[in-house]
């Protein structure tokens, strides 16, 4: 199991404890966050959608990865002597994380919008037991998943 990198660790912290000021936090799928494994097992999810979930984390990865570097970047070349420039850090820290942020719902909802009807409310259950606020998406539609017309006599 890979060990989540720290500043991962810190965004998410400081991003729930700040959704819980609001209302209701969105309710995260966590593609690239939890193990594809677990995601795949609870949705029962298709070949398909398997193989965009590798592709999407794989793309959040990359996406959190030049993100990082920004906020390394940050936080090594900027000045800290006074209030003031502390100030511009933290706002420009802020911005990286709210695009962190962005980055994770923007792939939730691509993979939320390849689920199905079933998976889709499964989701959607789990983030009220989770007093979350789910995504809005439309599920699509499977031909596997679409029951057979009766036929007529």
Known sequence: MKAIPPFLSTFFAVY????????????????GLSEDAILMDVFQMN????????????ELKY???LLATKLDNIRNRHPQSN???LNLLAQKYREVMDSMALVQAM?????????NEKQYDL???????ASRSP???VPTMYGDSVPKPKERR
């Open 47 to 58: 070949d398909y959608q398997k193989e965009q979930l590798a592709n999407f984390s794989a």
């Open 123 to 129: 989701y959607r259950d789990l983030c009220q037991e």
């Open 16 to 31: 729930f404890m700040l959704g819980e000021l609001r209302a209701q936090a969105d309710c995260v799928l966590g593609v």
């Open 63 to 65: 996406r959190n990865d």
């Open 135 to 137: 995504y809005l998406v």
């Open 83 to 85: 209030v003031a420039e």
């Open 107 to 115: 792939v939730d909802k691509r993979m939320l919008a390849l689920f």
